[in-house]
C-alpha cells in the first residue's frame, strides 16, 4: 500500500493506492505556497488518516509535484507559484517521519508513467502523455523508462513553437503550443472573435465553450475547430519527432475529445507524410479524475518496484 501525494499550485492530494493503482482512500487540502513546515505537516496528517480510513500501513510514498523538481536529489526547484518551498525535500522528510522510503517526480512524468503501468499506454513501448488543460504538460515513456533529459531535466512538451507570431507565453517565447492550445487560448480566441452583444461573452470557460459547440453554437464551433487544428498542429509535431506507438490524451479540455478529434486526425494525415502517422495510436488516458494521485503511487513503483 503505498501512500500517494499529488502536489498542484492550488491544493495537495493525498492517499492510500493499492498495487493495482485503485484508489483506497484520499483527501485534499489548498496547497500553502509560502510555508513548506507546514505544508509537509499537514501530508504527514493527510497521509497518516488516509492510511487509517484505508485500514493499511504504508509501505512506501510518492509523489508528483507540479514542477520544476530534482527527482533525483528529491528536492522542489524553482517553482515559481511554490515560492517557500524552493530547495526543500519533502523526500528525506516524509522517509523520515514515516521510515519508509519516498520518491519524487514531475506530476507530469508521473501521470505519463500510472497511464504507462495501469492505464491507457499499458503494452506500448513508445508512449507520450499530454495533458491538456490550462496548460499543456506531459510526459515520455520508452519501453517502460521513463525519458529523462540532461541532468535529470523534464522535457515541456507544451513549449514548442507552432506560430512565432502567436501569443506571448511565460517560457519567453511566442506562439508555443500551450499557449495556442491550451483552454485559455482557447477562452482568449472567444473573447476576442465573439461579436459585441454575443449572449455567452462574459464569464466564458473552455468547458463552457465545448458545451456550446455540442449545441451548436456558431462561435463556439469555430472555437473549436481553431483549438482543433492547433492541437493537431503540436501532436503532429509529436509525432514527426518521436513516432510513438501512441499519445495518451488527458486534461480537462480533453473530455470534451469527441470535439477535436476528427479535425486533429486530418491536420495528422496532413503533415506527418515521412512518418507511419496512421501507426501512432491516440487514445484518451484511462485512469480519471484521479491520474494525478494514482501516478504519485506509480513514482515510488518505478523506482523501488522493480
Ligand atoms: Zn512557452
Same mark, same amino acid.
Given at each position: 500500500m503505498i501512500g500517494a501525494v499529488d502536489i498542484g499550485g492550488t491544493k495537495i492530494a493525498v492517499g492510500v493506492v493499492d /498495487?493495482? %493503482?485503485? =484508489? +483506497?482512500s484520499r483527501m485534499e487540502a489548498p496547497t500553502d505556497p509560502n510555508r513548506y513546515s507546514d505544508g509537509i505537516e499537514l501530508i504527514a496528517h493527510m497521509l497518516r488518516k488516509t492510511a487509517q480510513r484505508a485500514e493499511t500501513e504504508l509501505t512506501g510514498i510518492g509523489i508528483g509535484s507540479t514542477?520544476? =523538481? /530534482?527527482p533525483l536529489r528529491g528536492e522542489f526547484g524553482d517553482v515559481d507559484f511554490l515560492p %517557500?518551498?524552493? %530547495?526543500?525535500s519533502p523526500v528525506k522528510d516524509l522517509a523520515q517521519i514515516f521510515s519508509v522510503s519516498v520518491a519524487l517526480e514531475n506530476d507530469g512524468d508521473a501521470a505519463a508513467l500510472a497511464e504507462a503501468g495501469?492505464?491507457? %499506454? #499499458?503494452?506500448?513501448s513508445r508512449l507520450i502523455y499530454v495533458t491538456v488543460g490550462t496548460g499543456i504538460g506531459g510526459g515520455i515513456v520508452f519501453d517502460g523508462q521513463l525519458y529523462r533529459g540532461v541532468a535529470g531535466a523534464h522535457p515541456e512538451v507544451?513549449?514548442? =513553437?507552432? /506560430?512565432?507570431?502567436?501569443p506571448k507565453c511565460s517560457c519567453g517565447f511566442h506562439g508555443c503550443w500551450e499557449s495556442l492550445a491550451a483552454g485559455p487560448a482557447m477562452v482568449a480566441w472567444f473573447a476576442g472573435n465573439a *461579436? &459585441?452583444?454575443? *449572449?455567452? #461573452?462574459?464569464?466564458?470557460t473552455a468547458r463552457r465553450i465545448c458545451e456550446l459547440a455540442q449545441e451548436g453554437d456558431a462561435i463556439a464551433l469555430r472555437a473549436v475547430e481553431h483549438e482543433s487544428y492547433y492541437l493537431g498542429l503540436g501532436l503532429a509535431n509529436l509525432i514527426n519527432l518521436f513516432t510513438p506507438d501512441a499519445i495518451v490524451l488527458s486534461g480537462s479540455v480533453m473530455k470534451s475529445a469527441e470535439l477535436f478529434m476528427d479535425r486533429i486526425r486530418e491536420v495528422i494525415r496532413q503533415g506527418c507524410r515521412? =512518418? *507511419?502517422?496512421?501507426? &501512432?495510436q491516440l487514445t484518451l488516458a484511462s +485512469?480519471?479524475? /484521479?491520474t494525478n494521485l494514482i501516478g504519485a503511487a506509480r513514482v515510488w513503483h518505478y523506482r523501488f518496484a522493480k
Open positions: /498495487d493495482n %493503482g485503485k =484508489v +483506497l514542477g520544476p =523538481v /530534482d %517557500g518551498w524552493r %530547495g526543500k495501469w492505464g491507457a %499506454g #499499458r503494452n506500448r507544451g513549449h514548442h =513553437v507552432v /506560430d512565432p507570431a502567436g *461579436p &459585441t452583444g454575443y *449572449p455567452h #461573452r462574459n464569464g466564458i515521412f =512518418v *507511419p502517422a496512421e501507426k &501512432t +485512469l480519471g479524475e /484521479d
